[in-house]
């Protein structure tokens, strides 16, 4: 079961100074990275969960703030993702369906955004459009 809940104003300076730490969106300002915090929900995921399911609509991504993920296509991994790193902005960003499953391999904390809040954000903050895409990148 997932645990969901928006952050209060202290932890979210938690958050904000982690995601600086990670190097999510670099070139992003301190009021950037408040923003996108401020916009997300914290979420913790147990070991074994499936976030992201392979053939279903792209509505979430997340960026991992602790714990790993694996990849799958076809039942093969091809891809473990740890801190720092973005989940599920691919498909969002190409309005297509998932093309993988993500599957939670440790306890997980993630920043979960819904996918208008990641096409505002995509629109708004230049440091997130750039991580965006270089993620989607990476990911293809």
Do not use: C, N
Not at 10 to 17: I, N
Not at 56 to 73: C, F, M, Q, S, W
């Amino acid at each position: 079961m997932t645990s969901t809940s928006s952050a209060p104003r202290g932890d979210d300076e938690v958050a904000v100074a982690l995601l600086a730490d990670l190097g999510t969106f670099p070139g992003a300002t301190r009021a950037d990275l408040a923003a996108i915090v401020a916009a997300g929900y914290v979420v913790s995921v147990p070991q074994g969960w499936s976030l992201i399911w392979d053939r279903t609509p792209a509505d979430k991504a997340y960026v991992i703030l602790d714990g790993t993920v694996e990849v799958r296509r076809d039942d093969e991994v091809v891809a473990t993702l740890t801190a720092g790193q973005v989940i599920g902005e691919v498909a969002i960003l190409r309005r297509q369906l998932r093309s993988a499953t993500v599957t939670a391999t440790t306890q997980l904390t993630v920043l979960h955004f819904g996918r208008e809040t990641v096409e505002r954000l995509y629109a708004e903050v230049p440091a997130v459009r750039d991580a965006l895409v270089a993620s989607a990148e990476a990911h293809s």
